[in-house]
Nanobody, 123 residues
Framework: VQLQASGGGLVQAGGSLRLSCAAS????????MGWYRQATGKQRELVAT???????NYADSVKGRFIISRDSAKNTVDLQMSSLTPEDTAVYYC??????????????????WGQGTLVTVSS
C-alpha cells in the first residue's frame, strides 16, 4: 500500500495550494479518503474527508476555503486550499480508511497513511 502525497510548499498568506495524493495497493473505491494535518507541537487533526460515495466532510476551520475531491479513475484525492493563513501551516497527511471485520467479529477501521507533505504559509 502506498499513499504518495505531493504539492506542499511555501506560500504567502492569502495564497492557494493544491495537494494531491496518489493511492496504490488499495481498493480505492472502497475507501474513505482524507487529509489530516499536524502542526508543530499539536495533535494530528482532520482537515477533510470524502467517502466512497462522494460525501464530503470538512473541519470547521477550513470550510469555505478548502475543497476535497477524488478521482476514482486515477486513484487520487486532491485538496484545493485557498485563502491560506499562517494557522494552516502544518504537515499534511493523506489517509485511506475502510471498515473491516476484526478477528473478534467487531467492526473496526483499517487506516493507511501517506508520508506527509509540508505546507508553510508565511504572513
Amino acid at each position: 500500500v502506498q499513499l504518495q502525497a505531493s504539492g506542499g510548499g511555501l506560500v504567502q498568506a492569502g495564497g492557494s495550494l493544491r495537494l494531491s495524493c496518489a493511492a496504490s495497493g488499495i481498493a480505492f473505491h472502497m475507501n474513505t479518503m482524507g487529509w489530516y494535518r499536524q502542526a508543530t507541537g499539536k495533535q494530528r487533526e482532520l482537515v477533510a474527508t470524502v467517502s466512497s460515495r462522494g460525501a464530503k466532510n470538512y473541519a470547521d476551520s477550513v470550510k469555505g476555503r478548502f475543497i476535497i475531491s477524488r478521482d476514482s479513475a486515477k486513484n487520487t484525492v486532491d485538496l484545493q486550499m485557498s485563502s491560506l493563513t499562517p494557522e494552516d501551516t502544518a504537515v499534511y497527511y493523506c489517509n485511506a480508511r475502510r471498515p473491516v471485520v476484526a478477528g473478534t467479529g467487531s467492526l473496526t477501521q483499517l487506516n493507511y497513511w501517506g508520508q506527509g507533505t509540508l505546507v508553510t504559509v508565511s504572513s
